[in-house]
Every structure is written in structure tokens, then in C-alpha cells.
């Protein structure tokens, strides 16, 4: 087990204030992934405070996605799956009101960073994954549902090819977002379906290819076309986004 070496806290410090000490030490390295937290009697000797204190702080790390249960009562050390972190993230941004066109500008920058990426990194079930997801796209055409969770996994399949999580991370987010700004585009405008096909089907043969440039040019062709779908189907690009927490998870 390690040793923490925390120092005691004030006497009534709160749950927070113990949270924090604890992050501290998991942040810092002194705690790692698949350690086991002290039980909570040697916490609060190590923190000075009570046990109920310490007992809400864990409650709270639990909650973040810092600390799960293992063999019925101890707690091990792990970190929030990247789903956990994309959907904080989209709610904050749901909840702060942000743009189409702020959502869209972001994705305008990374989609193409990562398909340029994607054609020297991604590695070979990746591939097969987005092979299978444009062979499901051009099946699934009329499904306006499926149509949608196809498009949001071919990009997280794409941000997934660079092998980059700082951009894995970033990326999500942005994916799960457009989700709502997009569930009732192909009603409006049914021939974005087939432009949406036509555009991944030549990002994935540039992937395949190796062909990094023309990857990110039809990326960026893609995402272009993308806002002009948005207006041709008379959506306001500098209205909110009203994001649905029924958004496919993936």
C-alpha cells in the first residue's frame, strides 16, 4: 500500500477539502491506477478528521470517476472512461448554450488534423471498424436514427486512428454535440444523406491509401459541406444547440 505522507487537515475541513488532499496524491503519482485506497479508518487518522468527513470526500471521488469499488468494500484508484469525460463535457457545453457554428468551427480545425493523422497511424481494426461503419451507412440510408450514430462513430473511429488521446479527448465532445444539431437535418434536406456516404467513402479510401493530404482535404470538404447542409436546411448556425441527452453513446 503506499504511503500517502498526507498531512493533517483542519479539524472541520469538509468533503471537499478531503477530496482534494486525495486527488492531490493521484495527480501527483503517490497514488496509481489500480492502487488501493487506505480503508477509511486509516484516512481519517492520516487527515485528522472525521469519519463521516472522509466518507462523503470518497463519495465524491467515486462520483468523478477517480475511485470505483473492488471486492465488495475496498476502493481502487482508476481514471473516468473517455465516454464519462466526453458526456461531462457535452453537458457543460449543452448547458452554456454553445453554437452550431462555435461546435462546427472547432470540428472544422480537429476533423482534418485527425484524418491527416489517421492515414499513418491508424492501425489495422481500426481500419477494418470504418470500412464496416461506411458499409453500414450505405445500407442504412433511410434510417435517419442510424444514419446519425453512423456518422458520430465514424468520427470518433477517426479520432480514435491517431492514436492521440489529448485529441481523442477533445474530439468526442464535438462528435456527441452534433448530434443534436443534426437529428433532423436529413428530414429536411434528404439528399445530405448521399453526400455524407459519398464523403466517407473517400476519407476512409484516403486512410486506407496512406494518403495523408488527400484524407485531410475531404475531411475539410466534408465538414464544409456539412454547414452548408445546416443552412440550406434553414438552421440559424449562431442559434444554440439544444443538446439531447438521449444522443447515442458511442
Known amino acids: 500500500m503506499a504511503d500517502l505522507r498526507l498531512s493533517p487537515i483542519d479539524s472541520a475541513p469538509g468533503y471537499k477539502r478531503v477530496a482534494h488532499a486525495i486527488e492531490q496524491q493521484i495527480l501527483q503519482g503517490r497514488l496509481a491506477l489500480g492502487d488501493l485506497l487506505p480503508t477509511e479508518q486509516q484516512l481519517t487518522e492520516q487527515l485528522g478528521v472525521h469519519r463521516s468527513t472522509v466518507r462523503e470526500g470518497i463519495r465524491s471521488l ?12 475496498r476502493l481502487m484508484i ?27 468551427e472547432t470540428q472544422m480545425h480537429l476533423d482534418p488534423f485527425a484524418a491527416g493523422l489517421a492515414a499513418h497511424r491508424a492501425p489495422g481494426d481500426i481500419r ?20 446519425i450514430e453512423l456518422d458520430v462513430a465514424f468520427h470518433r473511429l477517426i479520432a480514435e486512428a491517431t492514436l492521440n488521446r ?9 462528435s456527441i454535440l452534433l448530434f443534436s444539431a443534426t437529428k433532423d ?6 439528399q445530405a444523406r448521399h453526400r455524407l456516404l459519398f464523403a466517407h467513402q473517400q476519407i476512409y479510401d484516403a486512410i486506407f491509401n496512406e494518403d495523408a493530404p488527400r484524407a485531410r482535404d475531404w475531411m475539410g470538404k466534408h465538414i464544409r459541406d456539412f454547414r452548408t447542409g445546416y443552412q440550406l436546411a434553414g438552421f440559424d448556425t449562431h442559434a444554440p444547440i439544444n443538446f439531447d441527452p438521449l444522443a447515442p453513446k458511442v
Not at 465516454?83 to 457554428?101: D, P, Q
Not at 477494418?128 to 461503419?133: E, G, S
Not at 489529448?166 to 464535438?174: D, F, Q
Not at 437535418?185 to 434528404?190: A, G, I, N, T
Open 166 to 174: 489529448a485529441l481523442i479527448t477533445a474530439a468526442r465532445p464535438v
Open 128 to 147: 477494418k471498424a470504418l470500412r464496416d461503419n461506411v458499409e453500414a451507412t450505405r445500407t442504412g440510408l433511410s434510417d435517419d436514427s442510424a444514419l
Open 185 to 190: 437535418l436529413y428530414e429536411r434536406l434528404p
Open 62 to 73: 467515486e462520483n468523478a470517476g477517480l475511485l470505483k469499488r473492488v471486492g465488495g468494500k
Open 78 to 104: 482508476c481514471s473516468p472512461s473517455g465516454l464519462e469525460i466526453a458526456w461531462t463535457t457535452t453537458r457543460a457545453l449543452g448547458m452554456n448554450r454553445v453554437s452550431f457554428l462555435e461546435v462546427w
